[in-house]
Every structure is written in structure tokens, then in C-alpha cells.
């Protein structure tokens, strides 16, 4: 890893890893706006507003299922400096993270680019508890469950 712009540091990343996340967040752009139309939301700014939890945890399975250690990680920041550091301040965020990198699809709800892959240490991430209410916690997993037999299918 070498210097990176404003503190962040360069990461290199294998190309399978950088493929098999963008083509997650391909299969999931034409998800959401479904997802939110479903759920009553307003227009959001982006598609992919509101759905950074079940998006993360859909890509943390397929990452697993393709030989990668992955985890699911949020932050909220009720819990101080956790969830993602915007110029606005900290906000509710869910990420994966693997191997000693962050992976983001839904990261352009912050006006970064749709797939954000950074080291493990990059300060806009903070890692705490993820504060969803357990009847959507069970929904997330439900969801994530029904995308991974779409995944499967492709």
C-alpha cells in the first residue's frame, strides 16, 4: 500500500475481487428502485439510498460463496464516530469487509463512485453496531436469501 490522497491509503485489490463486486452491484442497481418503491419511500438522491444493509449483506454471502472471508460490518453514529464520515458528519452506514479491505456498493449515496474498494484503516469508515430493528434485520435476511437464488440463476 503506498500514500493515497486526504490520509487514505492505495490498496491494491485482485481483479477476481474487483469483478465479482461490481458485478454485484450490477445485479442489485435494478433492485432497488423496486426495493424502495415497495417500501413507500420518497425519490431518493440515489438508487441505492436506503439499502446499504441488505445490499453489504447480500455481497458479504456472495464473497463467502466464492472463496472469500467476508463480513458484514455497520455503524451508526449514535455510537460516536461510526458509519461513514460524510462533509456533513457521521451517518448510518453498512459496508463488507474482507481480507483487510472495505468494500462498499452503495457508496454513491455519499457522492463516491458506485463501488468503493479501500483499506481497512480508511477513516470515513467507522465500525460499530448495526442499530437496525431486529423485525428488519429478519427482512434483510430474508431478502438476501431470495437475491442469492437470483444470483444463482445467472
Not at 454513491?108 to 484503516?121: R, S
Request: glycine share 14%; with cysteine; net charge positive.
Amino acid at each position: 500500500m503506498g500514500g493515497g490522497r486526504q490520509g487514505i491509503a492505495t490498496v491494491v485489490v485482485d481483479a477476481r475481487l474487483r469483478d465479482l463486486t461490481g458485478r454485484v452491484r450490477q445485479f442489485l442497481e435494478p433492485r432497488w428502485t423496486a426495493w424502495l418503491r415497495s417500501q413507500g419511500c420518497p425519490k431518493m438522491v440515489t438508487p441505492s439510498q436506503g439499502t446499504c444493509g441488505r445490499s453489504s449483506l447480500f455481497l458479504s454471502r456472495v464473497l463467502q460463496d466464492n472463496g472469500y472471508p467476508a463480513e458484514f460490518a455497520a455503524g451508526h453514529p449514535a455510537e460516536g464516530r461510526k458509519g461513514f464520515l460524510t462533509s456533513e458528519g457521521w451517518k448510518g452506514h453498512a459496508w463488507v469487509e474482507s481480507g483487510g479491505l472495505i468494500l462498499d456498493v452503495t457508496a454513491d449515496q455519499f457522492g463516491l463512485p458506485p463501488v468503493v474498494i479501500t483499506g481497512a484503516g480508511d477513516p470515513r469508515f467507522g465500525r460499530g453496531t448495526d442499530w437496525t430493528a431486529p423485525e428488519f434485520i429478519s427482512r434483510r435476511q430474508r431478502m438476501v436469501e431470495e437475491l442469492l437464488a437470483d444470483w444463482a440463476q445467472q
